[in-house]
């Protein structure tokens, strides 16, 4: 695989030649989990509409090649169900979503239809293709229902969202859970299945518009002041790597042990949660441009936000033997170090697969 080491051990062997269903390919979770799947030897069949932002890790990192994809829309369930017959998938990953707070604002008629509809069709086309062994459906923190508590939730927490997208989440957790009760119980014939809730996620190669790091990015490359609407609001920050491995991990043990089915927290420590200008004055120190700093402007439009978040991970920690290897620092540090690469080279796909063997390395010493 391009010639370079790879420290996956025994993980390697699960996934090699696994054939693997992923919708959402062309985003930016879905671009570093394609990245890693290749990485492993797994057999992805990518399923998208569209490659979400200009640059794009998806182009810059040529995704393309690790994989064979189909562009098609989540919602369109007759598409997507021949998509996945004729691939077979032993695994499913469903990432494709309308990912943003204010974009859901903006469009929440084609947030519910992406993001509660296109689960609802994933599973739809799962359930009658058959062979599927593992599901896990990727959801958000934002699913739960925010009392603006100074402590984690946990995953029998009530689901709620005072805005579009945080509302679709807990829709497409419904959904899952319908799903999961009806046709996939364990003892049914059916896939173990299984819902991601993470934390805020960052990481080398994420552009959306109107999310904190990105935007500190082009605003520090542009020798601009970033405009803050809240910069007091605690988020429960995580690189996209932890993300993922506990992705991977829900997959490996539901492959073992469909009784794990069920929604799942992937959050950091508590030590990893901090404020949004902690997070912006610390990426912008580390991106090493001059840069102008960030300016408080409350926001204009009325929209809420949640002030506090946070997650408890204790039950992944506890039944999966997951928890984060990163902490925020070195989080921070890995995220800006990609993007000063890819400011200097290009070459995305040489600086992510670096990251993920570097911290596949540390899952061989264990953690520390």
């Keep these: 695989m391009n010639g370079a080491p790879n420290h996956l051990g025994?993980?390697?062997?699960?996934?090699?030649?696994?054939?693997?269903?992923?919708?959402?390919?062309t985003g930016f979770k879905g671009s570093w989990l394609s990245l890693?799947?290749?990485r492993m030897g797994a057999q992805v069949a990518g399923y998208s509409v569209d490659v979400p932002t200009t640059p794009s890790l998806y182009e810059?990192?040529?995704?393309?090649?690790?994989l064979t994809e189909e562009r098609g829309d989540v919602a369109d369930g007759e598409r997507l169900s021949d998509a996945l017959a004729r691939h077979q998938p032993e695994v499913v990953f469903h990432l494709a979503a309308q990912s943003l707070v204010r974009r859901s604002y903006a469009d929440p008629a084609g947030t519910f239809r992406t993001n509660v509809l296109g689960t609802a069709h994933l599973l739809e086309a799962v359930r009658r293709a058959g062979e599927v062994r593992v599901v896990v459906n990727v959801t958000s923190d934002k699913c739960y229902r925010n009392n603006e508590w100074d402590w984690g939730y946990r995953e029998e927490d009530q689901l709620g969202g005072a805005d579009p997208y945080s509302a679709s989440k807990a829709c497409a957790e419904l959904v899952s859970a319908a799903y999961g009760r009806s046709f996939f119980s364990p003892g049914s014939g059916g896939p173990a299945l299984a819902s991601a809730r993470a934390g805020n996620v960052i990481g080398g190669g994420d552009w959306s518009l109107d999310r904190l790091v990105p935007d500190a990015v082009r605003a520090a490359w542009a020798g601009e002041a970033l405009v803050v609407r809240h910069p007091d609001a605690v988020r429960p920050w995580q690189h996209v790597i932890d993300c993922l491995d506990g992705y991977l991990l829900l997959a490996e043990q539901l492959w073992h042990d469909p009784g794990l089915a069920g929604?799942?927290?992937?959050?950091p420590d508590d030590v990893s949660t901090r404020s949004v200008a902690w997070m912006v004055e610390t990426v912008t120190g580390l991106l090493g441009s001059d840069h102008l700093g960030w300016r408080h402007e409350a926001a204009s439009d009325g929209?809420?936000?949640a002030r506090h978040l946070r997650l408890d991970s204790s039950r992944a920690r506890t039944l999966l033997g997951w928890k984060p290897k990163l902490q925020i620092d070195e989080a921070a540090s890995l995220t800006?170090?990609?993007?000063?690469?890819?400011r200097e080279d290009g070459d995305a796909r040489r600086t992510t697969l670096a990251q993920l063997d570097a911290y596949s390395a540390l899952e061989v010493g264990g953690p520390r």
């Excluded at 025994?10 to 390919?25: E, K, N, Q, Y």
């Excluded at 800006?336 to 890819?342: E, G, H, M, V």
């Design 10 to 25: 025994a993980r390697d062997d699960f996934w090699r030649s696994r054939r693997v269903f992923l919708t959402g390919h």
């Design 36 to 38: 890693w799947l290749h």
């Design 60 to 66: 810059s990192a040529r995704v393309s090649e690790t």
């Design 263 to 267: 929604p799942w927290n992937f959050g």
């Design 303 to 305: 929209h809420h936000e």
């Design 336 to 342: 800006a170090s990609w993007y000063r690469a890819f």
